[in-house]
């Protein structure tokens, strides 16, 4: 029996002929450097004063209540904005609408576009540049998944949606919506990178 535990406690104690508790410290701060790089530690642990969960269908109403009570400014990125002439109404047309009316009310509004083939957003860029929104296609080198929404410098929508009649009625969908300053500045930071490559270089201007 003795010699059984020793043999346990040998497997149990190596790996691949190294110590264990090195091989686990080594892990261990292998996963940190990798953390540490992607996610940089002033952004892990923000404040919020509020994190709503916007799971399949609460997206829309959610979204649509937010824009309608903007006062200040929206910064949107998003992957796929579907306008179909079949849906007219449809939600993902009415948060388009959405971003005209803040616009007509005054406020600073910028949205960027994926860029690509695989996806179909050139209605939704003719829509919104008719009616005099700041709308790009980002940089076609690199594709921008994001689908993010920063109000007021202050609310932040994050999540898997996009405005598609798919996204928002039929798939199961994840976001958040979060009200906290620190996140949304981190996050409108992230949207100015993205615009000022989608501009080519320059940071783009509101154009009324």
């Not at 043999?7 to 508790?21: D, E, F, I, M, N």
């Not at 406020?107 to 540049?129: G, T």
């Not at 990178?193 to 320059?202: H, L, M, N, T, V």
Request: glycine content about 6%.
């Amino acid at each position: 029996m003795s010699g059984l535990a020793d043999s346990r406690q040998q497997t149990v104690g190596s790996r691949h002929g190294k110590p264990l508790s090195l091989y686990a410290v080594c892990r261990l701060l292998s996963t940190l450097l990798c953390w540490w790089s992607l996610f940089p530690v002033p952004s892990l642990a923000l404040p919020a004063q509020e994190v709503t969960p916007l799971v399949d269908t609460d997206y829309f109403p959610a979204v649509h209540e937010a824009l309608l009570g903007a006062k200040k400014s929206v910064f949107c990125v998003m992957y796929h904005a579907q306008l179909s002439p079949r849906h007219p109404m449809g939600w993902e047309s009415m948060l388009l609408r959405d971003l005209i009316s803040a616009s007509k009310r005054g406020l600073e509004v910028k949205v960027i576009l994926e860029d690509s083939p695989e996806v179909e957003n050139k209605y939704a860029y003719d829509f919104l540049k008719g009616a005099g929104v700041p709308v790009f296609y980002d940089t076609p080198d690199r594709s921008t998944h994001c689908k993010c929404i920063v109000i007021d410098e202050e609310i932040t929508i994050v999540g898997s949606t996009n405005w598609t009649y798919s996204g928002l009625r039929l798939n199961h969908e994840a976001a958040v919506l979060i009200r906290s300053k620190e996140v949304a500045r981190a996050f409108r930071e992230a949207f100015d990178k993205i615009a000022i490559s989608a501009s080519g270089g320059q940071t783009p201007e509101v154009k009324k």
